[in-house]
């Protein structure tokens, strides 16, 4: 689960990916879900069937206590072996015994691109040492910027002679939210089906083709969105699908559906008429429509009078509608 505990940070990372409706808004979600009480956390957890949490910003420990909180409920819930890491620019002491109090399982650092090539006499040391010296794992994970190679190396250098668990190196992508930026910088997309930025292969290539004594990983963007995405789409279709939903091999959900006026007459008809069951249908007041199994809407339709659509749509709590076939 992805734990987004407050978009509020001090940096301004020009390649930050966080969209406009949480950056610099103090606002907490499980995965897509708005979080306004620990049940929703809790909840999302049990949906996806979660066997950790990656809680992310924003920077967390901007919101200190809040992530404590977090840990604490989420362990107490699903008991010690429940995972937890955490993606921080900071390295107040202060903050990290905290983190360990609370019992953080994993710090990974993000150093500034900035100072990639003189980290070893930065905060970052202290607090590489600190956080090991209180029994977490830590280790890197930054964006891989193609020009900034050989300050990469330098980093990697460090993370070796501090001992550090891994390295993770993010494809620099694009996204909606930094689209812009990326633009001034000069990147563009590798190929058109790629929201990565042409150049990073090269320089991970180089960099993988190395020996290093500290475990490096390359994650693109293709990676995040067809396995970690995807795997967690999927659990959460198989724990929140209704008796009449199909589920896709992507993990979408396909549902029949008729909206519009006169629904209570036309649930009474699915009855009636159509001896459609109980337990593959439902009215679902909140978005006004009737959900029903596409299957049998697919043979009713023709007999029904009105619109009626089968959509496909993600299991997410923001359902995003990805398709919509009018049936005949
Ligand atoms: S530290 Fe992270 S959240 Fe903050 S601006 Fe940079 S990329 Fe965005």
């Known amino acids: ?12 990372c020009f390649y930050c990916p966080v969209s406009d409706e949480r950056m610099y808004r103090d606002v907490v979600y499980a995965d897509e879900k708005r979080v306004e009480r620990d049940e929703d956390v809790l909840e999302e957890a049990r949906a996806i069937r979660a066997k950790g949490a990656g809680i992310t910003g924003g920077d967390p420990l901007e919101a200190l206590d809040r992530t404590c909180h977090y840990i604490r409920l989420l362990k107490a819930e699903f008991g010690p072996s429940f995972h937890t890491h955490l993606y921080t620019m900071t390295t107040d002491p202060v903050k990290i015994e ?6 953080l399982d994993e710090l990974r650092l993000h150093v500034p691109p900035g100072l990639w090539a003189r980290v070893g006499s930065s905060g970052f040391t202290a607090a590489v040492r600190l956080a090991k010296a209180r029994g977490m794992t830590v280790g890197l994970e930054v964006p891989l910027i193609p020009e900034h190679e050989a300050d990469l190396v330098r980093l990697l250098e460090w993370a070796e002679a501090e001992g550090l668990a891994f390295v993770n190196l993010d494809e620099l992508e694009f996204s909606d939210a930094n689209y812009g930026r990326m633009k ?5 997309n590798k190929h058109d089906l790629s929201y990565g930025v042409r150049g990073a292969d090269d320089v991970a290539r180089r960099i ?36 009449w939903d199909l589920v896709t091999e992507d993990g979408t959900l396909l549902k029949g559906i008729i909206e519009g006026d006169g629904l209570d007459g036309v649930l009474a008809a ?33 007999r029904l009078g009105r619109a009626s659509f089968v959509v496909e749509e993600y299991p997410t709590a923001d359902p995003l509608e990805v398709e919509r076939t009018r049936l005949p």
């Open 208 to 243: 993988l083709g190395r020996v290093w004594k500290v475990t490096v990983h390359y994650c693109t963007s293709g990676y995040k969105d067809a396995w970690q995405l995807r795997s967690r789409i999927k659990r959460r279709a198989e724990t929140v699908r209704r008796p």
């Open 98 to 103: 905290a983190l360990a109090d609370a019992g």
């Open 1 to 12: 689960m992805v734990l987004f505990v407050t978009g509020h940070c001090s940096f301004h």
């Open 270 to 302: 699915l009855r009636r008429t159509h001896k459609v069951p109980e337990d593959l249908m439902a009215y679902d007041p909140a978005r006004g429509r009737i959900e029903i199994a596409p299957w049998i809407l697919e043979e009713i339709a023709p």
């Open 184 to 188: 001034v910088h000069g990147y563009v």
